[in-house]
């Protein structure tokens, strides 16, 4: 039945759709100028494309119309041409043919465009939070090695310190064992004398025995030789 339409038929059939393309593309592209620029109080929460599934419903279907008015178009073309009439309105069939594919594509392009830069501001925001955890990790391992080093020092004042007091301790020792040592040499005067005497004692009968040997030495040698 398709087949036997006559040109006027297809004619009208090329009117009505380019009608309903034209309400509908006009549709299409408010609801992608809504998702472009949201005017809701929650913008900064709603997705910029909450209408994409609407979108993508009415873009199908705009599609298979204008598929479906090529295929018209085509059928015109194969009609008998019957004067400069008929060829001024097959040419401006196809300008509004063009026109219609060409304003659908645009509303695709923007779409698809705006899509682009909400993915590019998702990233951006997460690039910006993943920054801002870094930063923090960062901070806290410089205040976890900070407060490291800051144990360490103390461990070594600790160290130092307790060094200090065991020299010291020691020092003061030694010092209450001189004093001591002292103490008693005064204490006791007699003890000192008498060391004193028998240190005397040893010097002279070391000097007499060597007196005694060089007498001895002397004598055998002036026997030897006499």
Not at 144 to 173: F, P
Request: charged content about 25%; some cysteine; glycine content about 4%.
């Amino acid at each position: 039945m398709a087949a036997a339409l006559s040109y006027e038929d297809l004619r009208k059939q090329a009117r009505q759709l380019e009608n309903v393309l034209d309400f509908k593309l006009v549709a299409f592209s408010k609801l992608g100028a809504g998702i472009n620029t949201p005017h809701n109080a929650q913008s900064d929460t709603v997705p910029l494309l909450s209408g994409e599934d609407t979108f993508h419903t009415m873009s199908m279907e705009i599609e298979q119309l204008l598929n479906k008015l090529v295929q018209i178009n085509d059928r015109l073309s194969e009609q008998p041409v019957s004067g400069a009439a008929m060829l001024h309105t097959l040419q401006r069939h196809r300008d509004i043919l063009a026109d219609l594919s060409r304003d659908f594509r645009k509303t695709n392009s923007q779409r698809e465009s705006q899509r682009e830069r909400e993915d590019l501001l998702k990233g951006s925001e997460t690039f910006r939070t993943d920054g801002v955890n870094n930063r923090k990790d960062i901070y806290l391992k410089e205040n976890q090695h900070v407060h490291n080093s800051d144990r360490l020092i103390n461990e070594q004042i600790s160290i130092a310190v307790e060094t200090r007091e065991h020299l010291t301790n020691q020092r003061q020792m030694l010092k209450r064992i001189q004093t001591r040592f002292n103490d008693i040499s005064n204490r006791y005067p007699l003890i000192n004398s008498l060391i004193q005497r028998i240190n005397i004692r040893k010097k002279r009968d070391s000097i007499i025995i060597g007196l005694i040997v060089a007498l001895c030495t002397i004598l055998m040698l002036l026997y030897m030789f006499s």
